[in-house]
């Protein structure tokens, strides 16, 4: 997708990701090692989570992933990149066995006043579960070569 492939109100549709513990537990050692995200027991005296459950951080790469896979099975994608995310929100966690699946609605699009080659392109994103609850949403604004 280009830059002039985007409009404000168009809503994108993709994604499926299905968690897996394996998946979870290496994330979490990896990046994020707290015990509700390692340890059964742990997980399952927290009373937020009740049993192991992903990181924030790593709902919000499988996320990404789903967002990079849409984009290059759109067209290739012309991404080059973003400067951050606003209102990153967990709003519910994320287990093993979950399916994961992407909403994008564009709520602003700007071609660049000083590189004409590009645009700006802001989006609110919502990661949703197999039950159709928001797990994960943020704002961003990402830049796209136009045509």
């Known amino acids: ?14 994604g499926r990701y299905e968690v897996t513990r394996e998946e979870v537990l290496a994330f979490a050692a990896a990046y ?14 927290s009373p937020i989570f009740g049993r192991l459950a992903a990181s924030g951080w790593h709902t919000a790469a499988m996320t ?9 099975a759109t067209g290739g994608g012309t991404s080059m990149g973003s400067p951050g995310l606003d209102e990153l929100r967990w709003l519910r966690p994320v287990y093993p066995g979950d399916v994961l699946r992407v909403e994008a609605e564009v709520i602003a699009v700007k071609p660049s006043a000083s590189k004409p080659d590009r645009g700006a392109v802001t989006s609110r994103t919502t990661t949703f579960n197999q039950d159709d609850q928001p797990v994960l949403s943020f704002v961003a604004t990402s830049f796209f070569a136009r045509r």
């Open 1 to 14: 997708m280009t830059f002039d492939d985007f409009a404000v109100g168009q809503v994108a549709r993709f």
């Open 32 to 45: 994020d090692p707290q015990p509700f995200h390692l340890d059964d027991a742990a997980a399952a005296a």
């Open 64 to 72: 990404m992933r789903m967002m990079v896979d849409h984009w290059q």
